[in-house]
DNA sequence: CGTATACGTCTACACTGTAGACCCATGAGT
DNA sequence: ACTCATGGGTCTACAGTGTAGACGTATACG
């Protein structure tokens, strides 16, 4: 019940946020906090548990806060997408935790709720409704990863420079493409897209037997 | 040029599959090389590099042994995608180390480029081709390190159990779908039936502007 | 012969998570 | 008024971590 809890759970994402989250020890934290590190075991059973709660914090920030009813279920679905987006993107770290912790807190029921909901309101039959969540919930979290990773950063899609000493008849899609790859990506405009199309996915699925 | 690293990154990966990535010590690793902790910083700058290392013996297991060049585009892409879910089912741990590092390795660009030609052979305009790379990618490997970490265990998405102290007026999603929840899922079908549909996504940006 | 080069060893350091025993304030019950 | 449980905090100690730095040695090549 007490406070403290998200007391130190708050102060452990400070850490990270501030210097990564390899720099969240328990004796760091328990510095922040003003305690000794062994202090942290009543209010947390493990540091395992510590980088659960740390991750259900953010979580609770993720959802809407106004109910704001009044949109279409595409228009919520992006943004809840835009808000998973915009929580990886102030706390990186997260990102791969997210999927190693099944989101089975509240907050992440409701947010996995707020999808069902949406695809239901879109005419997706129901068997599929678990299916396509996940689909949804996983390039979601995938994209977020991603980019908080740097897997999508530059360097990493084509240059040039990087795929030194492969026969450039190996690589005939890159060769093909050789105008098209190179250019700066801007991200957010990519996810707009990428969020489109799997909307007209869902639609489509909605489509076929609805 | 000497073969001491491979055997050095197979005798890692083998520790990790046996025993969990955290088994992975250079400790541990040095004694089953029978070895120094020490000398193996000849061969593999850091820790970090080791584990880069590792997934690249993975991702050479990835690729397409025969070119096997009769297929369609969408089986290749297929194909390709359940290879990569093999490798993350038979090594767990290493599902999301893909997300860390960006594939930049030989084969890392390999494997992107197997999907370029196949999107360029399905029509899709070119400047479309690398962000519907990383959708798909992204959405692969999600899905595996989602398998592979359990975000998708049975407990995760539904049980009635779970969602205890909420009321049930508060997931309303979860109470339309009540009888299709709880379902045993088959990630095989479900995977195959997701691959599906991003097919026919494909196959809508071509038909776009093709 | 001499000298690189590749490989390996030993020692040491700072740091990690956490088990176990102990302490102290508060408040409830009898 | 006395006991007792409970929640919070402290100290010590241990086994394990990655890795910097200095040192050794055996093979191959000039």
């Known amino acids: 019940m007490s406070g403290r809890r998200e007391e130190i759970l708050d102060a452990a994402v400070a850490i990270a946020d501030e210097h990564g989250v390899d720099a969240v020890s328990m004796r760091a934290l328990a510095d ?30 993720l959802l809407p806060t106004d ?4 949109r279409t279920w595409d ?19 997260a990102a791969h935790l997210l999927f190693s912790r099944p989101a089975v807190t509240p907050d992440g029921l409701r947010a996995v709720d707020i999808i069902y909901t949406a ?4 005419g ?10 996940r689909l ?10 991603s980019e908080a990773s740097g897997r999508f950063a530059p ?7 990087r795929r030194g000493h492969l026969d450039d008849g190996e690589l005939p899609g890159h060769e093909a493409l050789g105008p098209w790859l190179g250019l700066p990506l801007d991200l957010t405009t990519e996810f707009e897209a990428d969020l489109a199309d799997i909307t007209r ?3 489509a699925v909605a489509r076929r037997e609805g």
Chains 1, 2 share one sequence.
């Open 67 to 70: 109910p704001a009813e009044e």
């Open 201 to 203: 996915l869902v639609e």
């Open 155 to 161: 360097g990493a899609g084509d240059p040039r420079g």
């Open 119 to 122: 695809l239901i309101e879109a």
């Open 124 to 133: 997706v039959p129901e068997p599929q409704v678990p299916r396509l969540e």
């Open 32 to 61: 922040r906090v003003g305690v000794t590190p062994m202090a942290l075991y009543r209010h947390v059973k493990d540091k395992a548990a510590l980088l659960d709660g740390m991750v259900g914090r953010l979580l609770t920030a």
């Open 75 to 93: 228009e919520r679905l992006r943004a809840l997408a835009h808000a998973a987006r915009r929580v990886t993107q102030r706390h990186p770290w």
């Open 136 to 145: 949804i919930s996983t390039f979601v979290i995938g994209f977020a990863a």
